[in-house]
């Protein structure tokens, strides 16, 4: 904001009536990990420019909260999957994408021999990590990492997506010199915090969620492709 100082407070005031901010974040914020599980500690080294605003975002989410008293809370998404998500295009849901893949029986390619570990949250868990977030003065201020029980190697969730299609294929392909400099090697989080704080846990296995998904996708392909 180019406001001055004094006159922040005198904004939030008039205009938020007790609202408070829930900030989508995401594990790209981190990088490349030094430790794993990744935890609320670990340094942010983004390696992209997605990345590396998120970060920004998410501090002036904090700021603010602890400024100028504007409430707010950030939440670090692992790779978000589920119904409903677009399906157009492949940005910010490789899952779903890979979905749609199998669905239109196309190749999906894996850079890499895919050892690689991700984890992947059902939607419905997201969701209710952020509405036990806005409810909780407890979360005021922080930031809270969201996992898995048990991640997960990329090339075995490609396997399951394939399976739970019933079509598609795979192939592997060394990586890309634009994709390798952003290849972050195994990830996965630790969600202790949020459970402690919070008692948020996810509750959705894997392949319950892929497969309500893929099921949603089959019914409903007409208005999402």
Same mark, same amino acid.
């Given at each position: 904001?180019?406001?001055?100082?004094?006159?922040?407070?005198?904004?939030?005031?008039?205009?938020?009536?007790?609202?408070?901010?829930?900030?989508?974040?995401?594990?790209?914020?981190?990088?490349?990990?030094?430790?794993?599980? /990744?935890?609320? @500690?670990?340094?942010?080294?983004?390696?992209?420019? &997605?990345? %590396? +605003?998120? *970060?920004? #975002?998410?501090?002036?989410?904090?700021?603010?909260?602890?400024?100028?008293?504007?409430?707010?809370?950030?939440?670090?998404?692992?790779?978000?999957?589920?119904?409903?998500?677009?399906?157009?295009?492949?940005?910010?849901?490789?899952?779903?994408?890979?979905?749609?893949?199998?669905?239109?029986?196309?190749?999906?390619? /894996?850079?890499? @021999?895919?050892?690689?570990?991700?984890?992947?949250? &059902?939607? %419905? +868990?997201? *969701?209710? #990590?952020?509405?036990?977030?806005?409810?909780?003065?407890?979360?005021?201020?922080?930031?809270?990492?969201?996992?898995?029980?048990?991640?997960?190697?990329?090339?075995?969730?490609?396997?399951?997506?394939?399976?739970?299609?019933?079509?598609?294929?795979?192939?592997?392909?060394?990586?890309?010199?634009?994709?390798?400099?952003?290849?972050?090697?195994?990830?996965?989080?630790?969600?202790?915090?949020?459970?402690? +704080?919070?008692?948020?846990?996810?509750?959705?296995?894997?392949?319950?969620?892929?497969?309500?998904?893929?099921?949603?996708?089959?019914?409903?392909?007409?208005?999402?492709?």
């Amino acid at each position: 904001l180019q406001d001055p100082p004094e006159i922040i407070p005198q904004m939030i005031a008039k205009w938020q009536k007790g609202a408070k901010i829930v900030y989508a974040g995401t594990r790209a914020q981190t990088g490349k990990s030094v430790y794993l599980p /990744v935890d609320e @500690n670990h340094p942010d080294r983004p390696l992209d420019v &997605y990345g %590396a +605003d998120k *970060v920004a #975002a998410e501090k002036h989410v904090l700021l603010y909260n602890d400024v100028y008293g504007l409430r707010g809370t950030s939440v670090r998404l692992n790779t978000t999957y589920g119904e409903r998500h677009q399906m157009k295009h492949n940005l910010y849901g490789v899952l779903n994408w890979l979905i749609r893949l199998c669905l239109d029986n196309r190749q999906i390619i /894996v850079f890499g @021999n895919g050892h690689q570990l991700r984890e992947y949250n &059902y939607w %419905a +868990d997201v *969701v209710d #990590a952020m509405l036990l977030c806005a409810q909780s003065g407890k979360s005021n201020g922080e930031m809270y990492m969201l996992g898995t029980k048990k991640p997960v190697k990329f090339i075995e969730m490609v396997k399951k997506v394939i399976a739970a299609c019933n079509c598609g294929s795979y192939r592997t392909e060394p990586y890309p010199k634009e994709r390798r400099g952003i290849e972050v090697g195994d990830f996965n989080v630790s969600y202790k915090k949020i459970k402690k +704080d919070l008692g948020w846990e996810p509750v959705t296995p894997f392949e319950f969620g892929l497969k309500k998904t893929v099921e949603f996708y089959q019914k409903n392909r007409t208005e999402y492709f």
